[in-house]
């Protein structure tokens, strides 16, 4: 009769390092079964981790262009709403002046200036609208205002007009002060650089470009009339009636045809958006792809897992079983 060569204290251990090595591989496979995932996907993948790290890293990219095209967009969507509102009140206030200074008495056309002169503020703050904290009409100084304020700039222009006496004077002044390479405009009222903003890559390959500034030759033909309007709210070219009637609708007539040309910018924008559209869904595409083919790789067979784990069961009851009939063992069942 051949005898045990272990004790039953060492044989208590060894039953119960084997309990906590069943208890552990049985919750290993259980998480493999919630979760669909390998425990072990380097082993599983013969410690060949190339593919998945590619796979990790493309995914990794794309949500980083997603995030760009993101902000992208809302950039694309916050500058359509300011064209918008630069060409709905230039629409209003040109109309307005132009009617005034046609048929309208003094007090008729000082109302109309006062009206724009309110709307000028609202263009302003439009030309000032922040994304992310992000002026997006400054070019690339996003950190402060695109524009000054309205006071800011007819402050200056007040200076500039006061020796004239005619409407064709003043225009010409207030031409000049905007158009003035180094000054005027340039200096005092566009505060932003004249470098546009960076391009912002959306996808592998494709740039979203947002190059609109108030330092464009657009936005200050329209901002002109603006400025001439403000300067008769302010009394410009007081008790001379023809004049200020005069400068009325040549103001008029400069933020309507600088609303008009406004569809050119808002087009440009749009073109941008629909390139940001585009690469959102490319890259969407390319995220689902890449995930699926990660998924091959790193999901357990449930199929397998469940096998396995009905094993293990098979082997835990076994242990158990051995256990509680050894407690039961005497030294006359044994010699049995």
């Not at 796979?55 to 902000?71: D, F």
């Not at 603006?226 to 009637?245: D, I, T, V």
């Not at 293990?312 to 063992?329: H, K, P």
Request: proline share 1%.
């Amino acid at each position: 009769m051949s005898l045990s060569a272990i004790g039953d204290l060492a044989l208590g251990f060894q039953n119960r390092l084997a309990n906590l090595r069943l208890k552990r591989e049985i919750q290993a496979l259980a998480g493999e079964l919630t979760t669909g995932k390998l425990r072990d996907v380097s082993q599983a993948l013969g410690r060949d981790l190339g593919a998945l790290a590619g796979i990790e890293a493309g995914i990794s990219t794309l949500e980083a262009y997603q995030v760009s095209a993101s902000e992208a967009a809302l950039i694309g969507s916050a500058a359509q709403a300011a064209l918008a509102t630069l060409e709905s009140s230039g629409n209003h206030a040109g109309t307005a002046l132009v009617q005034a200074g046609t048929h309208g008495e003094a007090t008729q056309l000082h109302a109309a200036a006062v009206d724009t002169l309110a709307k000028f503020e609202t263009v302003l703050a439009a030309l000032n609208t922040r994304v992310a904290d992000r002026s997006i009409f400054a070019g690339v100084a996003t950190s402060g205002p695109a524009v000054a304020d309205a006071d800011t700039m007819l402050d200056a222009l007040e200076a500039e007009i006061a020796s004239e006496t005619t409407a064709e004077g003043v225009a010409a002044r207030v031409d000049a002060w905007f158009d003035a390479t180094g000054g005027g405009y340039g200096s005092l009222g566009y505060l932003g650089a004249d470098t546009p903003l960076a391009p912002m890559r959306v996808g592998s390959g494709v740039d979203a470009r947002f190059e609109i500034t108030a330092g464009d030759a657009e936005i200050r033909r329209l901002l002109k009339g603006y400025a001439m309007a403000g300067l008769l709210a302010r009394g410009a070219l007081s008790g001379r009636h023809e004049e200020r009637a005069a400068l009325a609708r040549e103001a008029g007539e400069r933020i309507l045809t600088g609303a008009g040309e406004l569809a050119a910018l808002s087009a440009a924008v749009g073109r941008a958006e629909a390139r940001i559209e585009e690469a959102k869904a490319a890259n969407g595409a390319e995220i689902t792809a890449l995930q699926l083919a990660r998924s091959e790789l790193v999901s357990a067979d449930p199929y397998a897992t469940a096998s396995a784990l009905e094993q293990v069961r098979g082997q835990i009851e076994a242990l158990y079983a051995m256990t509680g009939r050894m407690s039961r063992l005497t030294l006359v069942e044994y010699l049995r």
